[in-house]
Each structure stands twice: as C-alpha cells, then as structure tokens.
C-alpha cells in the first residue's frame, strides 16, 4: 500500500540521476518532498548544490528548499579517492539547465536534519541518493532522530558487482565509514537498491524520447540531463543493450511510488572499511553463514516495465 504525501527528505549529489529522481519525486509521485540535502559525492559540494538548486528551478519547484550538507567524507579515507574512469562523462559539473534564482538556505542540512527530526509529529523517509555523510553525521550528533525515520531508502552498494571499483559501488565507496554508521544506527527500516537492481531497469534513447513527449517542464529538464548521462554512461560503463544506462537514483523513488517495482529480501549487510582491494565492499549473507542478524532490506533484482511506468506517471501533466 503506497502512503499518499508520504513526508521525505532527498539526499543527493547531484548528478543527472539525482536529478531525475528529484524530478520524479517532485512531480505526480504523490510524495511530499520536504526538502533536498547536498553532500559531496559526484561533484564537489558547491557543484552538487548548484545543480539540485538549478533541477528544483527547472521543473518548477523553486519552493522546495536546499540545504548544503558536508563537503568531505564523515571519516578520513585510508585511500585517495581519486577521479573514476567515468569523471566527467556521466555528471557534468553544471547541469545543462538555467542558473538559479535562489542560494541554498543558510542553516547547514546536518542542522537542519536534527531539528526537523526532533520536531516533526509525523514519519519522515529519507532518500540516499548520494554518499552517506550527512546521514551518518546527523546520526552520530543526535542518534535519537533514527526513531523520527520509518524508513531510510539507500542507493548504494551491490552483491554480485561494483562500479567505483570491482568490489564497491561509488556511493558506499566516497565513504565507507558513513554507511557502515548508517547500517548500524538501529533505523526501523534500512531499504537498499544496490546494483544488482538498478542495472535490471535501464534507461535508453526511445525512453527519452516518450519522456520528452510528455511535455512538461519535469519531462525536458529530464530528458535534457539523460542525453549526457547516458552517452558517458554508455563512453564508461556500457550495458549489455546499447545507449542505454541505469539511472540508479530514480529507482530509490519508484520503490516508494510501487514497492512491487523491486524483489526485495532481509539480510544482513556489512560494509569493507578497512580493506583495500575490498574497500567500501557491501557484503551480503545471503546464506545466513554469518552471525549478524538480518539488518537491511536489499534490492536483489527489479522490474523494468514497473520502472518505466512509474517513471512516466511521475513526470506527467
Ligand atoms: O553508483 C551510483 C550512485 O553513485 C548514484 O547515486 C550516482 O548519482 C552516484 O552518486
Ligand atoms: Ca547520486
């Protein structure tokens, strides 16, 4: 049963599947968008705010507020975190969209994140769209929000694969130590879409196209950042169908617009903090060999029609 104005926060690192998430969200999701918080992660933390700030104008929703976040990892990294093979190709420094009208807000989004948190009278759902810093910073400064959140939805990690390096995904890799935090702050619900999901539900040209087609405001700005991000995807990370890309953040809005969009499983997940081949490594118990209990919900495959549809719906008229 999907929460109509169900109340969330969107983290982000905004990068063009941020952005089409943020669209998504901020269109016919039938979510109520709080707010987005930024955090370094694709781009530098001024340039991730910029964007999410340029997304919001674009598709019209100058009313939701940005709040900047950390601009470095939440602990020092052991390894440089040097440039991917796919720097540059996948999110550009600056949308291809108009500057904005408005700044970021002036209060830090860890500030804000607490005092919402401790305020608020009803359930808050946080989207990870990005690094977990913020999260696990707002956590560790006051562990007593996890019991404002029912539910934390994540885009990171993977079982099978990763895309930073063999092992770890980019958003669990920029900073291990934040999402080892988080996978342990006692949330009431920990929903993961690693790769393993957001690989089975890619976006290709003829997508864009019936995007565009829609003809809103949302649609274009959407349609405008996926002609980048699936030409660098596809220059760095090629799938197996041509021109074609995992908009890994837009599956974290979906699961909440159709939770069916996505096989989910309870297992018990760690995180590689210290390794250096497996450095920022989600290790999944899928055969319960472990002795942790069961403590995310992990996104083993997803639904490509479901995914589309709900893609579509969100960004129509
Ligand atoms: O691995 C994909 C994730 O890393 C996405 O959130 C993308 O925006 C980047 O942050
Ligand atoms: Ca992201």
Redesign the pocket.
């Known amino acids: 049963m999907v929460m109509m104005n169900r109340q969330i926060v969107l983290d982000v690192?905004t990068?063009n599947?941020?952005a089409v998430a943020i669209a998504m969200a901020a269109g016919r999701s039938g979510l109520d968008v709080l707010a987005c918080t930024t955090v370094r992660?694709?781009l530098p933390l001024e340039e991730t705010t910029d964007n999410t700030l340029r997304m919001l104008g674009a598709i019209g929703r100058p009313d939701i507020p940005v709040y900047a976040g950390l601009g470095r990892p939440f602990a020092p990294r052991p390894y440089p975190f040097a440039p991917g093979r796919s720097a540059g190709l996948m999110h550009e420094s600056v949308l291809p969209l108009p500057p904005s009208t408005r700044t970021a807000e002036s209060t830090s989004a860890i500030d804000w994140l607490i005092a919402t948190l401790r305020a608020t009278t009803q359930p808050i759902t946080i989207v990870a769209?990005?690094p977990l810093t913020n999260i696990a910073a707002a956590a560790t400064a006051a562990p007593e929000i996890v019991d404002a959140i029912d539910e934390i939805v994540i885009?990171g990690g993977g079982h099978e694969f990763g895309?930073r390096t063999p092992a770890a995904?980019?958003?669990i890799y920029a900073d291990p130590i934040a999402a080892d935090v988080v996978f342990q702050a006692g949330f009431q619900r920990v929903t993961v879409m690693p790769?393993d999901a957001t690989h089975d539900v890619v976006t290709d040209r003829a997508m864009i196209e019936q995007i565009r087609a829609l003809g809103t405001d949302g649609a274009a700005a959407v349609a405008a950042v996926l002609d980048f991000y699936i030409a660098g995807h596809d220059a760095s990370h090629p799938m197996d169908s041509p021109a074609s890309a995992p908009v890994?953040?837009a599956l974290c809005v979906s699961y909440l617009m159709d939770p069916e969009v996505v096989d989910l499983r309870h297992v018990a997940v760690s995180v590689d903090t210290t390794g250096f081949q497996n450095f920022g490594r989600t290790t999944v118990d899928v055969n319960h060999r472990g002795n942790a209990a069961p403590n995310v919900w992990w996104g083993f495959s997803a639904d490509q029609a479901r995914f589309d549809r709900t893609v579509l719906e969100s960004l129509r008229a």
């Open positions: 690192d990068g599947d941020d992660g694709n769209l990005a885009m895309n995904e980019f958003n790769l890994h953040d």
